[in-house]
């Protein structure tokens, strides 16, 4: 989940003023659903750690998103990491490549960097979290995944619709800066796919699966053609195929 920082004095006095006047049962609502997903555990690097356990070789991970490389980049036990991200939120950028995801993948097919066959064992989309954009990290990522590889998305499982809005900068609700956007859109269109096998862990706001061989489950059969978060809320769990981590584990024993 993206935090969006206070950068200054107006915005820290707005979400004073959502916290004051916000006391509808609506919105109380909304700020309890936020505090029980904050409370959820494990992380996403701990499902990701677990992925690599069971690969059990060297692997070789791609990070999409990176912003802060301690919040998840540098907990990743993978013998070979690349992190991709344009530095857009800091002036520090300290990843391999400094571009926007697009332009990765681009300078990879194109043999400017690495090489042009390379294979990503695990690749971790968590950059712009607008759906046309995570869309085309999903496509672009299953291109140079190994095959038995996984796709692993964060913010796939937005708690309240405030959660889920596209414009991150409107901090003006009882969850303030908090932002998943759009992503869910994109895993539940790619949960549509017959040829992708995919589930969400209930976790750290929805932490989306793909795989091209571990069969978590059937494809969503829920009808939703213009992504109405409404329609989600009330088919939450078979729109995401919403699994605990003690069930996902589960799949990899049988």
């Known amino acids: 989940m ?7 004095e107006k915005k820290k006095q707005k979400l004073e ?9 609506y919105n109380i609502e909304a700020k309890k659903s936020a505090e029980k997903e904050l409370a959820k555990r494990p992380f ?9 356990k069971q690969l059990n070789r060297e692997v070789t991970y791609l ?12 907990k990743i036990e993978a013998a ?5 991200d344009p530095g857009v939120e800091r002036e520090h950028n300290p990843v391999d490549f400094a571009v926007t995801s697009d332009e990765f993948f681009r300078q990879l097919e194109a043999g400017e ?10 690749i971790f989309i968590d950059g712009l979290h607008l759906a046309n954009q995570v869309e085309k990290d999903i496509e672009n990522a299953l291109k140079h995944l190994s095959d038995d590889g996984f796709i692993v998305m964060h913010d796939c499982n937005p708690p309240t619709e405030f959660h889920a809005r596209e414009n991150f900068s ?3 609700s009882p969850v303030g800066g908090q932002w998943n956007g759009t992503t869910w859109k994109a895993f539940f269109k790619t949960r549509k796919r017959k040829d992708i096998f995919s589930c969400c862990v209930d976790t750290d706001w929805g932490v989306g699966i793909l ?7 059937s494809s969503s059969e829920v009808s939703n053609d213009y992504f109405e978060y409404e329609i989600l809320n009330a088919n939450r769990k078979s729109s995401l195929n919403l699994v605990s981590f003690d069930d996902f584990c589960g799949f990899f024993k049988k």
């Open 211 to 217: 795989s091209k061989n571990i069969n978590f489950g």
């Open 80 to 84: 070979v990491k690349y992190s991709v």
């Open 170 to 172: 409107y901090i003006l």
């Open 2 to 8: 993206m935090k969006i920082p206070v950068f200054n």
């Open 17 to 25: 003023f959502a916290e004051k006047h916000f006391n509808d049962t």
């Open 113 to 122: 960097i690495l090489t042009r066959d390379t294979k990503f064992d695990i």
């Open 44 to 52: 996403r690097y701990d499902i990701i750690n677990f992925l690599v």
């Open 63 to 74: 990070e999409i998103g990176v912003r802060v490389p301690a919040h998840n980049f540098d």
